[in-house]
């Protein structure tokens, strides 16, 4: 079981938007950053957002993250078929002194 | 252009050994940390270890700690993790991930490709 919690999938129409959600306590996404990171199976994972809400150059203002307490939500708008991937989030647990990431959530683009 | 090559993955038994290899060009290799995640089939990413740029600090998952160990040469900007006491739930594939900065916990901003290991008899 993952430290941090994810829907495991969300799905929406093309054009629409879709937010991810992930939750987790006190020593992980409360006092730490929160990054986001896109991966389509056989491929090197992709980083999509870093900081709770930063965006790496030559990833599109249409994903964009955000961080509340102990909760943070990776956004998705204007969605296009090439977004259907495995969604994580990521952070470091100060507790548990180890990185951790939340179990994954399956876009589908309908 | 940042690149990681993974290599050492294969087909081990059961309280085998394997040492995996991640080859680092395109970036200072000695001013980062350096981690290991892993897949395992069908399921999430799982953080593994880190390194720190100087290699003096290391940290594991508890799954792996007291098994796993992690290195670096960077002579020849090469990461390392040393698989001891492989078991069936070590099956996964590999990823090499540059964190950030030079202090491990950051956020994994290049990743390799990956090399798949398969425990069993």
């Known amino acids: 079981q993952s430290v941090l919690t994810q829907p495991p999938s969300v799905s929406a129409a093309p054009g629409q938007t879709v937010t991810i959600s992930c939750s987790g306590g006190?020593?992980?996404?409360?006092?730490?950053?929160v990054s986001w990171y896109q991966h389509l199976p056989g491929t090197a994972p992709k980083l999509l957002i870093y900081?709770?809400?930063q965006r790496p150059s030559g990833i599109p203002d249409r994903f964009s993250g955000s961080k509340s307490g102990t909760s943070a939500t990776l956004a998705i708008t204007g969605l296009q078929t090439g977004d259907e991937a495995d969604y994580y989030c990521?952070?470091?647990?100060?507790?548990?002194?180890?990185?951790?990431f939340g179990g994954g959530t399956k876009l589908t683009v309908l | 252009e940042v690149q990681l090559l993974e290599s050492g993955g294969g087909l081990e038994q059961p309280g085998g050994s394997l040492r995996l290899a991640c080859a680092a060009s395109?970036?200072?290799?000695?001013?980062?940390?350096m981690n290991w995640v892993r897949q395992a089939p069908g399921k999430g990413l799982e953080w593994v270890s880190s390194?720190?740029?100087?290699?003096?600090?290391?940290y594991y998952a508890d799954s792996v700690k007291g098994r796993f160990t992690i290195s670096r040469d960077n002579s020849k900007n090469t990461l390392y993790l040393q698989m001891n006491s492989l078991r069936a739930d070590d099956t996964a594939v590999y990823f090499c991930?540059?964190?950030?900065?030079?202090?491990?916990?950051?956020?994994?901003?290049?990743w390799g490709q990956g090399t798949l290991v398969t425990v069993s008899s």
């Open positions: 395109g970036f200072t290799f000695h001013s980062y940390a």
């Open positions: 991930a540059k964190d950030a900065n030079f202090w491990s916990g950051a956020y994994f901003d290049y």
């Open positions: 390194i720190s740029g100087s290699g003096i600090t290391t």
């Open positions: 990521g952070t470091w647990d100060s507790s548990l002194i180890s990185g951790v």
């Open positions: 006190d020593s992980s996404i409360d006092n730490n950053y």
């Open positions: 900081e709770n809400d």
